[in-house]
Nanobody, 125 residues
Framework: VQLQASGGGLVQAGGPLRLSCAAG????????TAWFRQAPGKERVFVAA????????YYADSVKGRFTISRDNAKKTVYLQMNNLRSEDTAVYFC???????????????????WGQGTLVTVSS
């Protein structure tokens, strides 16, 4: 499975941005697809996840109420709609997927087998 993340860019604080994670290769039948982010000088952290069976969503507390993760089955794409962006949201955003992720580990990057290349989001204040 190849994952292609896109949609990053420069946005003013308070503005919106939508990231896309398109899956290529095999059928997009992973159990979870997630977004992580890595700010300059910091570790990569969980942002949001989508469970394909049932459509459940999970969010980090820092983005809850501002970010929405969703899917388009036909396009094999998962989106991350980001609203009311803050300067602290500035980071490289990575999408990840995995067929063997379990719910208790969905916020852990080591649980995911496949990763996209990352897309940079810069929020100016």
């Amino acid at each position: 499975v190849q994952l292609q993340a896109s949609g990053g860019g420069l946005v003013q604080a308070g503005g919106p941005l939508r990231l896309s994670c398109a899956a290529g290769g095999q059928t997009f039948n992973n159990r979870y697809t997630a977004w992580f982010r890595q700010a300059p000088g910091k570790e990569r952290v969980f942002v949001a996840a989508f469970k394909w069976n049932g459509g459940y969503t999970y969010y980090a507390d820092s983005v809850k109420g501002r970010f929405t993760i969703s899917r388009d089955n036909a396009k094999k794409t998962v989106y991350l709609q980001m609203n009311n962006l803050r300067s602290e949201d500035t980071a490289v955003y990575f999408c990840a997927a995995g067929p063997s992720v379990i719910q208790s580990a969905l916020r852990t990057e080591t649980a995911y087998a496949y990763w996209g290349q990352g897309t940079l989001v810069t929020v100016s204040s």
